[in-house]
Nanobody, 126 residues
């Protein structure tokens, strides 16, 4: 089983990045999938979640207030991936970003995550 993030890197303030989480060995349709981030010296906070609801492949989405209107989470069931499009990035968005999958859940709670990716660095700096 593998769960791998890609797409991170260095971007200037106001720029965009697209993070993708790719699963192998299990089907993301059966999971709520969330993006979390952890800045140095801080806890791991939820950024966005796409829920599993009653077997539907496209569940309800949710966002932290700090990213609403700038970030968009989406699924591609054909590729078994979940992506996070991040626009208008701010320096406070600098963190390691993780994806986490929760079995048949309606919410992405870090303590309930079944599978974590290894994390990927996003740095927003001029």
């Amino acid at each position: 089983l593998h769960f791998v993030e890609s797409g991170g890197g260095l971007v200037q303030p106001g720029g965009s990045l697209r993070l993708t989480c790719t699963a192998s060995g299990f089907t993301l349709d059966d999971y709520a999938v969330g993006w979390f981030r952890q800045a140095p010296g801080k806890g791991r906070d939820e950024v966005s979640c796409i829920n599993y609801i009653h077997g539907h492949s496209d569940g309800k989405t949710d966002y932290a207030d700090s990213v609403k209107g700038r970030f968009t989470i989406s699924r591609d069931n054909t590729k078994n991936t979940v992506s996070l499009q991040m626009n208008s990035l701010k320096p406070e968005g600098t963190a390691v970003y993780y994806c986490g999958a929760v079995w048949r859940a309606a919410a992405c709670v870090a303590t309930s995550v079944n599978y974590w990716g290894q994390g990927i660095q996003v740095t927003v700096s001029s």
